[in-house]
């Protein structure tokens, strides 16, 4: 995908896994968000960060 300024994405589902959440990856010019159902993951290339987002209320998988 290309976005305004030059700046391009890329996005890859991996469905259906056996016993899993789905996994979400979505590549940009700047980073890279990849998701699993529970945990997002962040990683800033400019920056070399990473940040983890837990989305569940009690710490447990979606996924069950």
Known sequence: ????????????????PPLENCHTKIFSTCGQLAGDGRLIDVHDFRTQTRTVHDTSLDGSSAAG
């Open 1 to 16: 995908m290309g976005f305004d300024g030059g700046m391009t994405a890329s996005f890859t589902l991996t469905a259906f």
